[in-house]
């Protein structure tokens, strides 16, 4: 498994406007996203051992961070262009 950060550019490369709009104009995405930033912070912080947590609560991060991700995906697919 790599240690990349799993960040919303990356993943949604197609959509890098579309998201800085919804940041702007969509206080529901906006809060998604911060979310999604937090928690990735967190997975990654935790994956590589710069703050070391045990498997059960990195096994939830994850979960967390992906549910935050569908969201954000629905929300992207839903938008205008």
């Not at 990349?4 to 702007?24: C, G, M, N, Y």
């Not at 996203?33 to 990195?58: Q, S």
């Not at 991700?69 to 629905?74: C, G, R, T």
Request: cysteine-free.
């Amino acid at each position: 498994m790599t240690h990349t950060p799993h960040e919303l550019a990356v993943d949604f490369p197609d959509k890098v406007d579309q998201i800085h709009r919804l940041k702007v104009d969509d206080p529901h995405f906006a809060r998604l996203f911060d979310e999604y930033h937090e928690i990735n912070g967190a997975v990654h912080r935790a994956e590589t051992d710069i703050e070391p947590t045990d498997d059960l609560h990195l096994t939830e991060m994850r979960k967390k961070r992906m549910h935050l991700k569908d969201q954000i995906a629905q929300v992207l697919a839903r938008a205008p262009a």
